[in-house]
Structures are given as C-alpha cells and as structure tokens.
C-alpha cells in the first residue's frame, strides 16, 4: 500500500471556519513535504511545503504542521473561503541514497476533498 | 505567463490504437515528470526526464514510451492502448529535482480508452 494517506477523504465545513486536513506518512528517512491544491478539472497547485528539521510553517492563511515523532502531517487553513473548496494532498520526498539524497521520489496521498459552505 | 501546456485536453481512443499526449513547458526546466492519476490512487509517477535525451522509468512505465528530443517538449505516448490505461495525465516540470525543489503541473489530459 502507499505510505502516505489521509485520514478524512472529505470534509466539509462552513464559511469563515478553520479547516484542518490531516495525512500520515510512513516513511522515516521523508525529508520534505508538500501540500497540494487541485481543483476540479485542473492540475494540481503548490500551496506550501515544510522540510523536516522544520515542525511549523506559515503562509497566507494556510499552516503546515509536521510531527515526525507520530509521522503526522496537517495543513489548516484559516477563515475558509469558497475558493478554497478543492481536494487537498500531501507528498513526501524520499531522499535517493544514489545521489547522496539531493534527488527523491516523491509519493502522493489519495487526497481529501474539501467543501466549503456559503 | 503560459507556463507548462498538454494537448489533447481530451481525448477518447480505442484498444489497441496509438495515443500520443503532448506535454510543452516554457521555463526551460531540466526535469519534467509524467504521471496518470486515477481514483484510489495518488499520482503516480510514469516516466521523468532530467535533461534533453534522458529518462528514466517511475513507478509505473509499462505500456509508455517517452522521448525529450528538445528541453521543453516531454511526449508520452501508449503504443498499443489499453483499457486500464484510462486516467487523467499530468505532466510536470522543475527547475531541479532535489529535495526542495517544487514541480510544476499542467492541466492534465483526460484519456479513455474503449
């Protein structure tokens, strides 16, 4: 199976609320995560990403929180707006011992779908 | 800006015939990725290549043929079509492929195969 997963496929919350969408990975040697967008009928997008000797990182509206202890991963966005409905994944990279870790295989989570209501 | 481009947005085909999915960026990355991606599955990772005249399989190549004869164009084609390979196509690129270094997406092809 894939080692990176979600815990919610869908979630669905109200305009102006925080939302919170969690992935669990498990693959210790991971040493960079990405968060991705992607809205329907369209390519996935670069939201935030965080390397592993970070725990937190903050951008516009949107925070990422690493816990490798329990190889967790979260993005939570503030003040949800409907633009923000979209499903959401995360990736981690894989450090290629070959190339000394400078290269990786990047694996994707299935995603968790995010409504956002008026 | 125009960025990275695939063409066919769409596409339905039959078993057995050839599709090719065109895949243009602009930026002039070294690395460009493919990758279907299906329901119950994340992406998946097809072929990359890392420069004009090098690639390299992914996670799932089989029943794809790739070429970069120039930096900007990454083709990938199914050579004897099948039906499991009915999926949405991404196409990537990145300046670098290094542990920091983000890839870029296109719009995607949507593929079926009869």
């Known amino acids: 199976g894939e080692s990176v997963g979600l815990h919610l496929p869908t979630l669905s919350v109200q305009e102006g609320d925080n939302s919170i969408i969690n992935c669990a990975y498990s693959?210790?040697?991971?040493?960079?995560f990405i968060w991705y967008k992607q809205e329907s009928g369209k390519g996935p997008q670069f939201i935030i990403d965080?390397?592993?000797?970070?725990d937190k990182r903050q951008g516009q509206r949107v925070t990422v929180l690493l816990n490798k202890t329990v190889k967790h991963l979260s993005l939570q966005i503030a003040a949800t707006q409907p633009g923000d409905s979209a499903v959401y994944f995360c990736?981690?990279?894989?450090?290629?011992?070959?190339?000394?870790?400078?290269?990786?295989?990047?694996?994707f989570g299935k995603g968790t779908k995010l409504s956002v209501k008026p | 800006d125009a960025g990275i481009t695939q063409s066919p947005r769409y596409k339905i085909t039959e078993t057995g015939r050839q599709v090719t999915l065109m895949c243009h960026q602009t930026?002039?990355?070294?690395?460009m990725f493919w990758y279907r991606q299906d329901l119950g599955h994340g992406l998946r990772l097809i072929y990359y290549?890392?420069?004009?005249?090098?690639?390299d399989k992914g996670e799932v190549p089989d029943g794809y043929v790739v070429s970069r004869s120039k930096t900007e164009n990454f083709p990938l084609t199914l050579e004897s079509a099948t039906r499991s390979q009915t999926s949405v196509y991404f196409c990537a690129s990145s300046e670098r492929w290094e542990a920091q270094e983000t890839q870029y997406f296109g719009p995607g092809t949507r593929l079926l195969v009869l």
């Open positions: 290549s890392a420069a004009a005249d090098i690639t």
């Open positions: 693959n210790s040697a991971s040493d960079y």
């Open positions: 930026w002039s990355h070294s690395y």
């Open positions: 990736a981690e990279n894989i450090p290629l011992p070959i190339y000394g870790g400078s290269q990786g295989n990047l694996i």
């Open positions: 965080i390397r592993s000797n970070m």
